[in-house]
């Protein structure tokens, strides 16, 4: 007995010192394999070719290595633990990153260095105050890195609408510095930027945060990804406006590769998407015979095409080229809700893009980014029917939608922006123009349309009025803008700095040319850890005359085309009734004093770092709009009847003489552990009142507009937004987004025209406009994936298990992390398995609600947003 418990010690102490052998052969290995690579950026995020990296392993330099024309070094051969790097580029800060973690496997790091001084001083690191108080820094700017957006929809218009909703209303979303075009494949985007700097100069817009979207640097070997996605029907939850589950279905595409065409030097990206599906719109009409409910089926064609070159020449810049095609058909579009399957009408899109971009040092102080963009845009619009339009308001919409329209739209738009650090200031300043040329001909309500009060009147066939559009369809014309600037960051001491600029914007289609916006802004840091920092600013901002309302004020100007109404007309003949009036010829005009809208916008923010990675954040908006479009009747009845201007009948002015008022709070959580989980969420309390919802909405009393102040139309008081992703055993990874937002305002109307000026817009006594709200929202999405891999992957392929942001700006501390592949890590090939599903809780979320007094539906809510849906789909890299 004791013989056999011997063997059997001696037994299991062999199994265990092979167990502890082959542990201590694979960590060999893995020492022997363990590789850094370094992906040196720019303060504009792009790569800087011919920086010099160099390793430091207990105080001394053990290898130095170059950045290729993408901006990477490959350093082989490594030990595991700690280690130092440094990285030095002409026109640069030196730069180290100490306490560096060598993992085994690829390792990867993500440097961003920062101008050198004029007095060439040599800075290693950065204090933490003066990266907190850097505007253009990492203070106040929310990152998701590849391993983040891997969890969010795979649908890339979803997948838009879910970042747009993550920053919050009023946000600008940029790829690459460009806007506009289609959104890159997932896999080609290295991370997304949330970045809170409204006061800079160089901004147009004004609004919170700008989302900042930068693609991969070109890698070592080829490599790309295929991925598909199927969802049908059976799958999803029945819309509750639906007497049964309606036909859907959705079959996506997506296919990406990029590599090296000349290395170290010229890399190419290529990348297609598309999708054939179709979704149901529901209807709900009150019809003479009783209620009507059917939903129409909605098909849509999408194909989007995109090559993307990148090159590093002169050892400092680098040069970017695209191309974009982006091909969209929609069929029975104007649809759903009151509009009967009459009405719909079909666009067909053809977009494409051509991008240009170089960025570089032009000295050893100075940086120069150039970029240049040209858009062809033909849309046409073709109608099921022409037949004369029928409304009965809030009731039900019959007849054809009667909308021909070819349009082309083609845009140039140059930029330039230089930054120059001095001494103490760190100073940029540019220009942005930008040429559009217009070309449409479009005939609209050429058959005319008869307006109801309401299902009593149409039965007794007595319209409101009828209106009707006759003329010359063909417009051109073009637009300029311009808008230059300049800023200073002066450095006052090393943890406050101020920000003084001076912005000019010109438009060639308003007279005004003094449209000077000054700006300002401070930065404190107050602490010596540097982890609070404070931020306060003030600024004026001016907005653009849109080329769709002047375009309006062009064609409907009373020669080109004019508009024909009718008070009291007969039906079906709309000049048969005895009390028909018609008026005559009706226009469109741009007031000749007006002036760019004016926004003035205060702000004051607060942002604390706490261990464990975890950000706290807090914020308070104040804008005030001044001289912002609205439409107004300037020939509108008087008192006795008459119009001031006999000839016409309504002149509807577009004219810069409405306000505004918004203020908003956000408040905003942030935890990371790196390689494991990420939780984000903001809530933000807001309030928005008005005077007009657009440039071509005309008030219930053109002789009274300030009765016209009321909640603007995107017043929601509360938003919340949570967004969180987790590393799960066994290669499943989970991720899940909520958003939840309070209700939206309705206008209430009478349904008649009381005053006479043939606009039915009036409201009952006593009620404001906007003052009908509708129902909260909320949906939950959730993605689960189950991902493996298999090969190899060469080290000059790039990309590993362990990826750590480091910033020059912050000192080194590492603010996220992310997997080369959450699929197969550093593994040649990888293969994923996903589910998704959006309004996972299957919450009905009404969408619209009726507020006119003379509809059978007033005050309820007579249409949804989708219930739950169901995806599934897999993605293969190589």
Avoid at 193 to 210: K, P, Y
Avoid at 237 to 261: I, S
Avoid at 607 to 619: D, G, H, I, T, Y
Avoid at 800 to 809: A, C, D, S, T, Y
Wanted: with cysteine.
């Amino acid at each position: 007995m004791k013989i056999s418990r011997l063997f059997i010690l001696i037994f299991c102490a062999l199994v265990a010192l092979q167990g502890v052998e082959r542990k201590l052969s694979a960590q060999t290995k893995s020492q022997e394999q363990a590789s850094l690579r370094v992906l040196v950026l720019d303060p504009n995020r792009s790569s800087v070719a011919g920086a010099s990296v160099t390793l430091i392993v207990d105080g001394r330099a053990s290898g130095k290595v170059a950045t290729n024309g993408q901006g990477e070094a490959l350093v082989p051969k490594l030990s595991t633990g700690n280690s130092s790097i440094r990285v030095e580029a002409k026109g640069f800060r030196i730069y180290e990153a100490k306490d560096l973690t060598i993992k085994p496997g690829a390792n990867r790091i993500e440097v961003t260095l920062e101008l050198a001084l004029v007095e060439d001083n040599i800075v290693v690191g950065q204090d933490k105050r003066e990266a907190a108080t850097d505007p253009r820094g990492d203070a106040f700017t929310n990152v998701l890195t590849a391993d983040q957006i891997a969890q969010l929809p795979d649908d890339p218009e979803e997948f838009e609408e879910v970042l747009r909703q993550m920053a919050g209303p009023g946000a600008v979303m940029r790829v690459n510095g460009f806007s506009g075009g289609k959104l890159p494949p997932k896999s080609q985007i290295r991370e997304i930027r949330f970045r809170t700097n409204q006061f800079a100069a160089e901004n147009h817009q004004a609004g919170f945060l700008a989302i900042d979207i930068l693609t991969k640097p070109g890698l070592g070997n080829w490599h790309g990804s295929f991925n598909g996605a199927f969802r049908d029907e059976s799958l999803n939850a029945r819309n509750p406006f639906a007497v049964t589950r309606g036909p859907e279905q959705t079959r996506r595409f997506a296919f990406d590769l990029g590599g090296p065409l000349w290395r170290n030097r010229t890399s190419l990206f290529l990348s297609a998407d598309g999708a054939n599906e179709y979704d149901s719109k529901t209807i709900v009409a009150a019809l003479p015979d009783g209620s009507f409910y059917d939903q129409v089926t909605r098909p849509v064609r999408k194909l989007n095409l995109s090559a993307r070159a990148e090159h590093g020449w002169r050892s400092t810049h680098t040069l970017r080229g695209e191309f974009q095609r982006n091909v969209n058909r929609r069929d029975s579009l104007g649809v759903g809700d009151f509009d009967l399957e009459s009405r719909a009408f079909s666009t067909d899109a053809v977009e494409q893009i051509a991008r240009f971009g170089d960025s570089g040092g032009l000295n050893k102080f100075t940086f120069n980014e150039f970029r240049f963009q040209t858009q062809w845009i033909d849309t046409k619009i073709s109608p099921l029917s022409n037949r004369p339009t029928i409304v009965v308001q809030n009731a039900f919409s019959d007849g054809g939608s009667q909308v021909n329209s070819n349009r082309q739209e083609r845009t140039f738009e140059v930029a330039d922006n230089v930054d120059i650090a001095f001494s103490k200031h760190s100073m940029r300043t540019g220009f942005l123009f930008e040429q559009s040329r217009f070309q449409s001909n479009e005939l609209q309500n050429f058959a005319g349309t008869f307006i109801f009060s309401g299902l009593s009147a149409y039965q007794l066939a007595r319209p409101l009025t009828y209106t009707r559009r006759f003329g010359n369809p063909y417009i051109e014309f073009s637009q300029y803008e311009l808008g230059w600037y300049f800023q200073d960051d002066y450095r006052i001491w090393k943890n406050l700095t101020l920000s003084v600029g001076l912005r000019n914007e010109w438009q060639s289609t308003v007279e005004e040319r003094s449209n000077f916006a000054p700006r300002a802004s401070v930065a404190w840091s107050p602490f010596k850890s540097g982890n609070t920092t404070v931020r306060a600013g003030i600024g004026v901002f001016y907005d653009w005359f849109a080329p769709a309302f002047y375009e309006q004020t062009l064609r409907v100007n009373g020669i080109n085309q004019q508009d024909t109404v009718i008070q009291n007309p007969g039906f079906p003949n709309p000049v048969s009734g005895g009390q028909a009036v018609i008026l005559p010829p009706s226009k469109i005009q741009a007031d000749p004093g007006m002036i760019q809208p004016t926004i003035y916008q205060a702000s004051a923010a607060v942002e604390q770092k706490l261990p464990s990675n975890v950000m706290l954040r807090a914020s308070y908006m104040y804008q005030r709009g001044t001289h912002l479009l609205r439409g107004r009747n300037i020939n509108a009845p008087l008192a006795d009847g008459t119009r001031p201007d006999a000839q016409f009948g309504n002149i509807n002015q577009i004219e810069s003489s409405a306000s505004s008022f918004n203020h908003l709070f956000n408040a905003h959580v942030n935890w990371a552990k790196p390689g494991r989980f990420f939780f984000g969420t903001d809530y933000v309390f807001a309030r928005a009142t008005n005077e007009a919802d657009s440039p071509t909405a005309l008030p219930v009393n053109s002789f009274d507009t300030r009765a016209e102040r009321g909640p603007s139309m995107t017043d929601i008081r509360h938003r919340f937004f949570l967004f969180s992703n987790a590393t799960l055993p066994r290669g499943f990874r989970v991720g899940m987004t909520l958003q939840a937002m309070s209700a939206l305002p309705y206008n209430i109307t009478s349904g008649f025209d009381n005053n006479g000026d043939t606009i039915v817009n009036d409201r009952p006594a006593g009620v404001g406009r906007n003052s009908g709200r509708g129902a909260m929202r909320a949906d939950a999405g959730i993605r689960l994936g189950w991902g493996f891999g298999w090969g190899t992957r060469a080290e000059s392929g790039g990309g590993g298990p362990q990826v750590r942001l480091v910033r020059g700006g912050d000192g080194g501390e590492m603010l996220g992390a992310m997997s080369g592949g959450i699929m197969g890590g550093n593994k040649k090939y990888g293969m994923e398995f996903y589910v998704q599903a959006t309004n996972a809780l299957n919450r009905t979320n009404y969408s619209t609600f009726s507020g006119v007094r003379t509809s059978p539906y007033f005050g309820q809510p007579i249409s949804a947003l989708p219930a739950r849906r169901l995806e599934t789909g897999m993605r293969f890299t190589f």
